[in-house]
């Protein structure tokens, strides 16, 4: 069954991407010529269930590579902040540098960005990939990954004006709003194929530690109060990642360029949530 939230302009199918056989079918039968491959365990769940995550990050996306190549397909695979790791250089981080993630998230999205590569010099595969910072939707719930206190820090300073953050208040990350995300996806699966030098881009829109971001939302909700309870798996998590993503390739081969800033992203967030919520009453 269609979920209720998902428009009914095209086909709707339920699979599981460690069901080779049926992901064939579903290629095969629906003349499917391109794949975007979004099935993942998130950062904070994988530690907490590192045998599924291998099995959907990692077999899940051999099944997809296989059927690709098989196919003649083309393959959008996103990655993340979370593929670099301590080691990596922070402020900012390159395309190309040093990668030892410490997740196993991070780890299986090393793994798809080195597979897809290898895909493409071998077998022609056109894999395309893009290392998003923290997405943040007023949309979507959070689902198991580092930065989803810059999704819930929204929503409860609408509702309650209280929000217990589990990150330390100086903890500076890449983030991203959905808009920006969307568009810099289809931008890329649009760009023409000469015009990628790499298979891989960072793409990058703004950094901020919940401090700043609380700042931010208090210039519109005053009275919002946010203490601190951190989370040591996530914190540790976080410490490993980015502070800023340079980007300067995706700008430089296929014209990337963010919308959302800062005080942009809190005022969009905002009326966002309360247009929600009044909708929610008017029923």
Not at 8 to 15: A, Q, T
Not at 142 to 155: L, N
């Amino acid at each position: 069954m269609q979920p209720q939230d998902i428009p009914d302009r095209s086909p709707f199918i339920f699979s599981d991407i460690l069901d080779y056989k049926n992901l064939r079918e579903i290629v095969v039968n629906n003349n499917i010529s391109w794949l975007v491959h979004y099935s993942a365990v998130l950062s904070a769940v994988g530690e907490s269930n590192v045998a599924l995550a291998k099995e959907v990050n990692i077999t899940g996306l051999h099944n997809i590579l296989d059927i690709a190549t098989e196919h003649g397909l083309r393959v959008f695979v996103p990655s993340t902040i979370g593929a670099f790791g301590p080691s990596s250089p922070k402020d900012p981080t390159p395309d190309l540098c040093v990668q030892r993630p410490r997740t196993i998230y991070g780890v299986s999205k090393v793994h798809a960005e080195l597979m897809g590569e290898y895909y493409h010099h071998r077998y022609g595969l056109d894999f395309r990939c893009l290392r998003y910072p923290g997405i943040i939707s007023a949309d979507s719930q959070p689902g198991g990954g580092t930065t989803d206190y810059a999704v819930q820090i929204f929503h409860a300073a609408v509702k309650t004006g209280c929000f217990e953050c589990n990150l330390r208040s100086d903890t500076r990350l890449p983030m991203m709003y959905i808009d920006d995300c969307l568009r810099a996806t289809l931008e890329i699966l649009e760009a023409p194929a000469d015009t990628l030098i790499s298979r891989t881009y960072n793409i990058n829109a703004m950094s901020f530690t919940p401090h700043s971001l609380t700042q931010e939302i208090q210039k519109v909700l005053p009275d919002l109060k946010v203490t601190y309870n951190v989370d040591p798996v996530r914190q540790s998590i976080a410490d490993g990642w980015p502070m800023v993503l340079e980007d300067s390739a995706a700008r430089r081969d296929w014209g990337w360029k963010h919308e959302y800033d800062l005080p942009e992203l809190v005022q969009t967030m905002l009326t966002h949530i309360n247009t929600g919520n009044q909708v929610a009453q008017a029923y």
